[in-house]
Structure formats: structure tokens, C-alpha cells
């Protein structure tokens, strides 16, 4: 891990990701979230202090160990009940069938292998499970699109492998999940950032 992506990124990450903005979408994603979480890229820990009740405890694994410092005190700030892991999303340390509810939020851009990430996830999630998510990636429309791919190649070098152009619901059916819920938009910003996919999905059996 470099300097710029142990001491540097972690802070430009939390800072942009503090964005009143986003909170809409926190919320929602995270009022369905109960029992048993595992939070795939938990980062600075920005979802605890929105976390209910009705969640047992939250298991939150991230591999950037500056992050992972800052969400052990928002953690302990909210009251939540958390084990944070530091590790890749690729080989989640928990056995199989153990999760009531996974939840990413603008995680999978970054992750190298973004199917075999959402695999580990189906993997212990248990029957009945659910995943839950808000990502931006992939735009519709042709002239963002274009855009998405020409700045991509640069932009996931600056922002921690974060990838403009995947097509979030078309990864997350590849991977044995069916989508329960699916809504897209734009949020407010450049639109080659800020296309959002908001949804639920289930494992296939």
C-alpha cells in the first residue's frame, strides 16, 4: 500500500463521502437493514449513526486501515454493536449462511473483482438473505457513457480503483443474485460521478 493510500486517501475519501447529498440515499438503504450485517467496505464508518435498532450487530470489512480508525470511533459514537475486519471483499472472513443483510454503499466501483466480491457475499448470506445497495456506475446514455470510459482509465488511480462504468444491476445478476428492487438516477453533480443505482436483490437458488 503506498503513502497516498494509507495516510492521504483515507481522509479525501471520508471528506467526500460526508456529502449531505448522499444521506438521502444512506437512509433509505439502511432503514431495511436488520439482524445480522456484514457492511462490505465499511470505510470511515459514515452509516452508523443510521443504523435501527433492529440490527444485531454489524460486521464492517474494509482494507484500508486508516478508514478502518476512523469507523472504530464512529462505531463506538452511535452505540452500534460492530467487529470490524480489516480484508478484501474477495475472501470475507465468516462462515457460509451467517448474514441476515448485506449492505454496500458505494463500495463496489472500487473492488477489483467486483464478481467474485458479490459471490462472497451471496456466500454467507443466509436463505432468505438480503443484500442491499447504493452504487454509481454505468449511465444510459451514450455521451456520458463515452465519458464514463474515457476518464475511468485515470480516475480509479486518483480515487482509490474507484471504476465510472459498471453496470451495477448486470454485476449483481451475474453473481447469482435477482434483483427485488431497482431504482436509478442522477444525483446532483457531474454526471459521468453520479449515476446511482439504489436496490435490493436476493440470492437465486
Not at 8 to 24: E, F, S
Not at 60 to 78: K, N, V
Not at 86 to 95: D, H, K, R
Not at 144 to 155: F, G, I, S
Request: aromatic share 8%; hydrophobic share 40%.
Amino acid at each position: 500500500m503506498s503513502f497516498y493510500d494509507r495516510w492521504i486517501l483515507p481522509h479525501i475519501l471520508d471528506l467526500v463521502m460526508r456529502q449531505r447529498q448522499l444521506t438521502k440515499y444512506r437512509r433509505e438503504v439502511l432503514a431495511k437493514a436488520s439482524g445480522r450485517v456484514l457492511e462490505v467496505g465499511v470505510g470511515s464508518g459514515l452509516n452508523f449513526p443510521l443504523y435501527g435498532k433492529q440490527v444485531e450487530i454489524v460486521f464492517g470489512i474494509d482494507p484500508s486501515p486508516g478508514l478502518l480508525a476512523i469507523a472504530h470511533r464512529r462505531a463506538t459514537a452511535a452505540g452500534v454493536h460492530a467487529e470490524l475486519l480489516q480484508g478484501s471483499a474477495t475472501a470475507i472472513p465468516l462462515a457460509d449462511n451467517t448474514i441476515d443483510t448485506v449492505v454496500m454503499t458505494w463500495t463496489l466501483c472500487s473492488i477489483p473483482d467486483p464478481l467474485a466480491a458479490l459471490r462472497e457475499m451471496r456466500r454467507v448470506l443466509k436463505p432468505g438473505g438480503r443484500l442491499l445497495f447504493v452504487e454509481h456506475g454505468l449511465s444510459p446514455e451514450p455521451s456520458v457513457e463515452r465519458w464514463q470510459n474515457r476518464l475511468t482509465p485515470v480516475w480509479r488511480h486518483i480515487a482509490g480503483g474507484c471504476h465510472l462504468n459498471r453496470k451495477m444491476d448486470h454485476l449483481i445478476r451475474s453473481a447469482g443474485f435477482y434483483l427485488t428492487g431497482l431504482r436509478s438516477e442522477y444525483a446532483q453533480g457531474p454526471r459521468p460521478m453520479t449515476y446511482m443505482y439504489e436496490g435490493s436483490a436476493e440470492p437465486r437458488k
